[in-house]
């Protein structure tokens, strides 16, 4: 089995764009981009650079010009960050809950949409 056969949680790409916020700093990341998302956490192309283990909150938007809430408040915890480019990291985020019809339905509505495949969801 490769990639999303094997996950738990199968990735989607995602148009779609976020905010996130650092609550034990207080302090918000400035997201340029959804990279992909699952139930069980997201990627996310940011301008800064956050450690590992940090405590972090995400609010999904589409990606139009009336940014609907796709998910909102979302807490998790960054598991993985990697240089992308020379202004881009991308954090990998472990969401605490997984997305389900209780947990953040509108979210869960989109993913469930499609099959386990490499089709983008629009936001």
């Not at 800064?48 to 938007?61: D, L, M």
Request: net charge positive; aromatic share 10%.
């Amino acid at each position: 089995y490769y990639g999303t056969q094997r996950r738990r949680y199968p990735r989607f790409n995602m148009i779609a764009t976020a905010d996130a916020y650092l609550p034990e700093k207080n302090l918000r990341i400035e997201v340029f981009s959804v990279r992909d998302i699952s139930r069980g956490g997201t990627g996310l192309f940011c301008k800064e650079e956050v450690r590992p283990g940090t405590e972090i909150s995400v609010s999904i938007y589409s990606k139009n010009p009336d940014r609907v809430i796709v998910a909102e408040k979302i807490l998790g915890v960054v598991t993985r960050v990697a240089l992308w480019n020379d202004s881009l990291f991308l954090l990998n985020v472990k969401f605490h809950l997984p997305v389900s019809s209780d947990y953040q339905p509108n979210l869960h509505q989109r993913l469930i949409a499609f099959p386990r495949s490499g089709r983008r969801l629009a936001g």
